[in-house]
């Protein structure tokens, strides 16, 4: 893909030939990393909380003893989602043309694009970033905090 | 993608064309919004399922023969909604009344077959906390059940006084989707309800 | 969303619909309409509501709407705001007894419902409202009868909750009203049953509010307006209502539930029988930490796009603030049990969330300092809007730095329950709500009255409403630091607290007289301000290409966009192409405007819109009747509301010839086979 001259991912993306692919490829970029991020605290947060207190009194450790390492395989999951999510947001980006200049339009003149598709690329980088941080950021607490311990 | 002056000239459909109206995004922005509502009450069955002291549920496993005959007649009902459209969209009237038609009477069905699993139930909404939970759920998804009957029954009526075509019709569209909408949360309730206390 | 549609073009569609028969599909009319053409005129005698009664409760104008909510929000906040000041008299000494203690629970009850539920978004939406049409280049909402419909439910949602205040049974456990003192047990009169119902009530103005604006964003922009140039209001509001779609149900549900719980005898939140009480905690704070950035991110989206105005340059960092606004709300979902660290949770549970808590300081410091940036590399220029927006910020970062303080779990249990929480609510939701709300009065206020407001007493109210309030809640940081727990009536003077909590009341009421001044300004300015120009700002976004007050119609033609910034284009230059204001789609067969594509504004159907009707009036009455059965057992009255509410529905669903929801009077109608 990168071999390809400026010229034609310009057109590549006035006309795109699969838009489906692409609007598949734009929303993996935009909501890969955040949806990795929303199923790492819906899956960790009840387990965690589960395996510590489960009924009326809370247990001194988890219901199951590598409790830590199956929150540490899921942020690892996760965190693998949010860098796919970012690979595939950082290519868009930079697949997206700058603004083609559209010569000779009229006075009320259509842009084919008017810089949407780099827009949400960008969007998609940045978005992909801050979940990737808030991956690591979540992992870290299930890294450091043992499971089930008093706060002393 | 598209040039400015063909742009100009370009016929564009005018009024509540199929999936271009506001009412299609409209009703999609309104399923996502029931969804998560049937979302929480799943949650809360859950949450409080989780951390039941007791068996449960109290009164033992629940029967399975005419809770899956009865979610196979919802199904069957939404695919005659599909088809009934289909058949707007082929001109074919007749068939589309018959079809709209079918999918009341099985909506109907399904209706009495859960009123008549309520009236089964040795114990009532404020009996125990199960009890709560399962007719406060039953009870959501009925009332749903309902007023989609009701939207399919208008739906009938408007097709009866031949009041759409193959070109306009997204009332149908429309009505359909909710209609479908209200199975498929069904398929979860029925999984949650029925299905999840087997595990 | 269904995916295939973002990417459909008229182009699949328009072969379908026979040429010749121009009912179902015609090429618009691409011309000009001036002030005073025959056309013009044309578009004021199909737009405009009926004089008198009828046209006001049957109008659907956003513009009428959006003032009614603005006007109606404002009236809540004072209410609420005298409230607050009652209850500072209550607290400037030690052990005084103006107040009894279950007066003093009713009153800051009321105070954070009155602040929270009936201020802080129906204000916003207030403007949104006004203003997205404006801002997008539509002629009105997506759906402007349920526009209507979403404003008189607030209202009646309102009469609602504030029912029982009079005889002295107002709600009374907390705007987040845990159980069990919320259950039947501890809470015996109709004090808790107002406020649950009244909260369901408001849930359905919220939803159909959100949904409204869901589908403007994606279907009424201008030609042209691809997904880049929308204004930042428009993605603050627009992932408010997208949250709002997603966690009101979770506020519904908790408040039936507890209702249920309450008068149907259930044991969803009952001990005794296997309910859990953080079950409601959870249902509710999944809500309300989403809540509080839908109440908050619109109001960024003033700042975003008012501030440049006075700073004589674009925003910096456009798509960094697009993206912050989003990924605030997307984080805002997971972070919900940080309101409930000290429930005794495990610690690994915990932790998450005071991590994942820390993560909003990531887009919240791109926020700020996107702003920063715009005030550094532009030219401000100091007026009273100006002003606000700098004040904004300022709140904004002490706001926020407290707050992540207590994302830490330990520090939080010590200020858990504490004034230092009550300060940092107040600085984020003043900060981030009051001040962008009151600067967007002053920079719109000639947009919606054709006045200016005066600038000399607008300075003043600023600097007053600043001073006081920095007086007012910076020392409850340091009263919630000397243990002071919220919600308690009274202090003993041995507690050490007496000298704080006068500062607190003092600053309090100066900050009243600013507002005081404000409305003062309002009131004067209304009568006899400097008339405005259609542009009296010199700003860049479409709202201001239209005269001030916008004629019914909003915009005689529909303008062609080609940037961000419409009305600097000659001065900026950064693209070739220049948008068409003058020149557009005529539109003007009955009620019309142009339907374009999601993300790319293309063109893509020409929309029928409803004229004004009674429906939505007539619905808000009955639905809000169901609910008033409802709470006072009236089961057959409660009956025939439903019956009542399900027969104007359907007069409102009823497929119309002139919308083309169904077939006009065709030339061509097909037999039937």
Redesign the interface.
């Known amino acids: 893909m990168s071999s390809t001259g400026k010229q034609d991912m310009a057109k590549e993306h ?2 795109p030939p699969d ?2 692919v692409s ?2 490829r734009t ?1 993996l970029a935009l909501f890969g990393a ?1 949806t990795s ?2 199923g790492q ?2 899956l ?2 009840p387990l ?9 009194v ?1 247990l001194p450790a988890p219901l199951w003893a590598d409790l830590s390492v199956i ?1 540490a395989m899921i942020s690892l999951i996760c965190l693998a989602g949010g860098l796919l999510s970012g690979y595939v947001a950082w290519n868009l980006w930079r697949q997206a043309s700058p ?1 083609p ?3 000779g ?12 598709t ?3 690329a ?2 998609g980088t ?2 992909s970033f ?2 990737i ?2 991956i690591l ?2 992992g ?3 890294l ?8 002393i | 993608m598209v040039n400015a002056d063909q742009l100009l000239v370009q016929p564009l459909p005018v009024g509540s064309k199929d999936k271009l109206s506001g009412g299609w995004w409209g009703v999609l922005a309104l399923i996502v919004t029931e969804g998560s509502l049937f979302g929480y009450l799943l949650f809360a069955y859950f949450y409080l399922a989780s951390q039941a002291e007791q068996h449960w549920p109290p009164a033992g496993l629940p029967d399975l023969l005419l809770p899956s005959i009865n979610t196979a007649i919802l199904l069957a009902s939404s695919v005659c909604v599909w088809a009934s459209e289909r058949c707007i969209r082929k001109k074919q009237t007749q068939w589309a009344i018959a079809a709209m038609a079918l999918a009341i009477v099985l909506g109907a069905f399904f209706v009495g077959i859960q009123l008549n699993e309520w009236d089964k139930k040795t114990y009532g909404m404020s009996s125990d906390l199960y009890g709560s939970l399962y007719f406060t759920i039953t009870g959501f998804h009925l009332l749903h059940v309902v007023i989609g009957l009701a939207i399919l029954s208008l739906l009938l009526v408007w097709i009866s006084f031949s009041y759409f075509n193959e070109k306009r019709h997204v009332a149908i569209t429309i009505g359909g989707v909710y209609w479908h909408f209200v199975d498929v949360v069904w398929l979860f309730v029925f999984a949650t309800l029925y299905l999840f206390p087997y595990l | 969303m269904a995916i295939s549609d973002l990417t459909h073009s008229p182009a699949d569609v328009s072969p379908s619909d026979p040429p010749g028969d121009d009912r179902l599909s015609r090429v618009p009319d691409f011309g000009r309409a001036p002030v005073g053409s025959a056309a013009e005129t044309h578009l004021v005698h199909i737009w405009e509501a009926a004089p008198g009664w009828r046209g006001s409760l049957s109008t659907v104008d956003h513009k009428t709407i959006g003032l009614r909510y603005i006007v109606t929000a404002f009236i809540f906040l004072l209410i609420g705001g005298i409230e607050a000041l009652i209850m500072r008299l209550q607290l400037a000494g030690p052990s005084l007894t103006l107040l009894t203690p279950e007066q003093y629970s009713q009153l800051f009850t009321m105070h954070g419902v009155t602040m929270i539920f009936l201020y802080a978004l129906p204000i916003l939406s207030g403007f949104s409202n006004y203003l997205w049409p404006l801002l997008l280049g539509s002629r009105d909402m997506a759906f402007p009868r349920l526009n209507a419909l979403s404003y008189w439910i607030f209202l009646f949602a309102g009469i609602f909750m504030y029912a029982s205040f009079p005889i002295g049974q107002a709600p009374n456990a907390g705007w987040f009203n845990y159980v069990p003192f919320a259950g039947p047990i501890y809470n015996t009169g109709p004090n808790i049953d107002v406020f649950a119902l009244g909260m369901v009530l408001l849930g359905i103005s919220t939803t159909v509010g959100s949904v409204n604006f869901v589908v403007t964003l994606f279907r009424m922009r201008a030609p042209g307006m691809t997904i880049n140039r929308v204004p930042i209001l428009v993605w603050g509001t627009l992932t408010a209502s997208v949250a709002n779609l997603l966690v009101i149900p979770a506020v519904s549900l908790a408040f039936f539930l507890l209702w249920l719980d309450r008068q149907m005898g259930t044991y969803f939140f009952d001990v005794a029988n296997g309910g859990k009480p953080l079950l409601w905690q959870h249902l509710f704070w999944i809500f309300g930490h989403p809540w509080v950035y839908a109440i908050v991110l619109p109001a960024m989206g003033i700042v975003s796009d008012a501030l440049p105005t006075f700073c004589r340059r674009p925003l910096v960092g456009y798509a960094a603030m697009a993206l912050a606004t989003m990924a605030t709300m997307l984080i805002g979902f997971e972070v919900w049990i940080h309101h409930m660290f000290a429930t005794g949770l495990p610690t690994v549970a915990l932790s998450i969330f005071g991590a994942a808590s820390m993560v909003i300081s990531i887009p919240s410091s791109v926020a700020v300092f996107s702003w920063i940036a715009t005030i550094w590399l532009g030219r401000p220029v100091f007026k009273t809007p100006f002003l606000f927006f700098a004040g904004f910020v300022i709140l904004f970062v002490i706001g926020g730095l407290s707050g992540v303080m207590t994302a830490a779990v330990s520090l939080d249990w010590q200020l858990n329950d504490t004034y230092f929480i009550v300060a940092h609510l107040h600085y984020v939701l003043l900060g981030i709500n009051v001040f962008p709300v009151i600067g967007g009065i002053y920079y719109w206020f000639p947009k919606f009255t054709g006045r200016m407001m005066d600038e000399k007493m607008g300075k003043w109210s600023f600097w007053v409403m600043f001073i006081g309030f920095n007086a007012g809640f910076f020392p409850m940081h340091i009263s919630g630091l000397l243990g002071m727990p919220r919600r308690v009536y009274t202090y003993s003077s041995r507690m050490g607290w007496d000298t704080v909590n006068m500062i607190t009341s003092i600053g309090s009421f100066v900050f009243a007289i600013g507002v005081l001044i404000f409305l003062v300004n309002v009131a004067i300015s209304l009568k006899r301000g400097a008339r405005a120009g259609a542009n009296p700002w010199d700003a860049a976004t479409l709202e201001w290409s239209v005269p001030s007050p916008p004629p019914a119609y909003n915009f005689a033609v529909i303008p062609v966009v080609a940037s961000r910034h419409p009305l600097w284009e000659d001065r900026i230059g950064e693209s070739g192409n220049r948008s068409s204001l003058e020149e557009g789609y005529l539109l003007m067969e009955g009620r019309e405007t142009i339907g374009t594509s999601p993300i790319d504004a293309v063109p893509e159907i020409i929309l029928k819109m409803p004229d004004d009707s009674y429906t939505p009036f007539f619905v808000g009455l009955f639905v809000s009747l169901v609910f008033v059965g409802m709470l006072l057992h009236w089961w057959n009255f409660t009956g025939l509301m439903i019956i009542l509410t399900i027969v104007a529905l359907i007069v409102w669903m009823w497929p119309r010839k002139t919308l083309v929801q169904r077939l006009p009077d065709a030339p061509q109608r097909e037999a039937h086979g």
């Open positions: 006035r006309a838009s489906s609007t598949y929303l955040p991020w929303v605290m819906s960790s947060e965690a909380a589960y395996a510590c207190y489960p009924h009326q809370p929150l603004r200049v559209v010569t339009a009229g006075e009320h003149a259509f842009e084919a694009d008017g810089g949407q780099r827009f949400l960008r969007l940045m978005s801050v979940f941080v808030a950021f979540t870290c607490a299930v450091l905090v043992p499971p089930c311990s008093a706060w």
